[in-house]
């Protein structure tokens, strides 16, 4: 059995913003969410980059502690996104609470915060402290702690996947959730990821020289994917959420239809767990243009990585120009965010989304000057007016993880 | 400590960290303020501090069976009375 999936409904919190609106003039006016980076009180005087996409808008949580005493920030970015969607599809209690209903969401590692705190009672006088480990604490800092808080605050009771698998984190929880529609598993899922605000990842990257340094003063200025001047990655938070369903049940709810799934793709290196490689990345493209049946022509657009480190944006491009040629636009959307990490596939899918929906794509903010080893493909330059019916979003993770989805245009769908 | 003193910092535990609405004496911890498990946890930790000292284990289980606000306060009567014998 092989059903058709559709995106109903979305919601992201981003470092540009979280209502819809806010999301796309900061796409079409050019603003950037990268902030300095806030003193954390635990790392930050060792860390050299010092900029972080940041989400620093007040979120009006209504949430009872009943649901608020197991989650820590990441669940609440979470369940927050989860709502939104699950509010706006206005899906019955019974179907939700039928187990024809599961989640796929995740975070990188649960809650960093969480653990921090837990971290810090070891490493204090336990006996001073008594009970300092919170009953919670696991509750919330678990690499789980998403998706479940999600179960319990609307009483979902199918499938639970949380695939914590870095930066396709998210893009996972999308295509496996689509293959649970796809082959009849389940009739809907709640796909995402999220990840708090954390200098814990930022360290990591420092560490491996992978994140960027050269614009401390101008947080603005960076990261800057395919740009000569590129120095790597800008560590984010944030968190996106989509409703797949299957399509005739959709649509017979009259559900608003934003785009199908039409492909998805992930596999593995098989080898280096950090460097980029340019095959397993090729493959993972033409294995969800197999799993679409459409051609590579057919794509309009691609969402790059596009993480602006010096080996990946290289390695990227190549790979784009050997599946796609030079054809459809490419956008780095990590230009204005940062790499929101967990919840990047989610959140960059979904501003695809957006971008389709209004008819522009948005240009990779700070591309000034094209590395020219990443210049053989169409670069989106300027803001650009334009039809997508088809788009790629390409994910790749430290574990040689690979993923590539495929969406078509809510409007071209019959 | 006054059993007075008890009541007036677990009232306040229970309403300010546990958002209990005009709690009672006498109510019942689960079914009228939906109080659960984990709570029962993360009260027992507020308990250590009010008594200065951590519980053990025996007297940590010895709290599952606390169905009311005043089983708490005979609770902590006791555990505090046995420590200071």
């Not at chain 1, 204090?124 to 919330?140: H, M, Q, T």
């Not at chain 1, 708090?196 to 603005?220: G, I, K, Q, R």
């Amino acid at each position: 059995m092989k059903r058709r999936v559709v995106i109903t409904e979305c919601s992201a919190i981003t470092p540009i913003g979280y209502a819809k609106d806010d999301i796309v003039r900061s796409l079409k006016e050019g603003i950037s969410g990268v902030k300095p980076l806030r003193d954390d009180g635990l790392l930050t005087d060792y860390i050299h980059s010092r900029v972080f996409g940041t989400v620093d808008y007040p979120i009006a949580y209504d949430f009872k502690r009943l649901y608020r005493k197991t989650m820590g920030p990441v669940a609440f970015y979470a369940c927050q996104v989860a709502k939104d969607i699950l509010e706006r599809a206005g899906l019955g209690q019974e179907f939700i609470s039928s187990g024809r209903l599961g989640v796929a969401f995740s975070s990188t590692h649960g809650s960093p915060s969480i653990q921090r705190h837990i971290y810090k009672t070891f490493f204090s006088n336990l006996k001073s402290e008594f009970s300092s480990i919170g009953a919670v604490d696991y509750l919330k800092s678990m690499v789980h702690t998403t998706a479940v808080n999600i179960t319990r605050m609307f009483g979902i009771t199918g499938r639970v996947i949380a695939s914590s698998t870095a930066c396709t984190t998210s893009s996972q929880s999308i295509g496996f959730g689509y293959e649970m529609v796809k082959y009849g598993m389940q009739d809907a899922m709640i796909c995402g990821g999220a990840d708090e605000y954390d200098t814990t990842a930022v360290a990591v990257f420092d560490n491996l020289l992978a994140c960027s340094v050269a614009y401390n003063d101008n947080p603005e200025c960076t990261p800057r994917p395919f740009d000569r001047k590129r120095d790597g990655l800008v560590v984010g938070e944030g968190a996106g959420a989509v409703l797949l369903e299957e399509y005739e049940s959709a649509r017979k709810r009259g559900a608003n239809i934003l785009a199908e799934v039409i492909g998805f793709a992930c596999n593995n290196n098989g080898g280096d767990l950090i460097l980029p490689n340019i095959d397993g990345i090729i493959t993972t493209l033409r294995l969800a243009l197999d799993d679409a049946g459409i051609e590579a022509a057919d794509v309009d657009f691609v969402s790059a990585h596009a993480t602006a480190t010096k080996m990946g944006d290289v390695i990227e491009s190549q790979a784009i120009a050997a599946v796609y040629g030079d054809s459809p636009l490419i956008t780095g959307l990590k230009s204005y965010m940062g790499h929101t990490m967990g919840a990047c596939g989610a959140i960059e899918l979904i501003l695809t989304m957006y971008m389709m929906e209004q008819g522009f794509i948005a240009p990779t903010l700070n591309l000034e000057n094209v590395d020219e080893r990443c210049g053989m493909i169409n670069h989106a330059r300027k803001l650009t007016a334009t039809d997508t019916n088809i788009a790629a979003i390409q994910n790749f993770a430290f574990g040689g993880v690979n993923t590539c989805l495929l969406i078509k245009n809510g409007s071209a769908i019959s | 400590m006054q059993r007075e003193e008890i009541q007036r910092q677990i009232l306040t535990i229970l309403e300010d960290l546990f958002e209990f609405e005009n709690p009672g004496l006498n109510d019942n911890l689960r079914d009228d303020h939906g109080f659960d498990s984990i709570d029962a946890i993360e009260l027992l930790g507020e308990i250590e501090k009010i008594l200065g000292f951590s519980l053990t284990r025996a007297e940590k289980e010895k709290a599952m069976t606390i169905r009311t606000i005043n089983d708490i306060l005979d609770y902590i009567e006791v555990i505090a009375s046995e420590h200071n014998k």
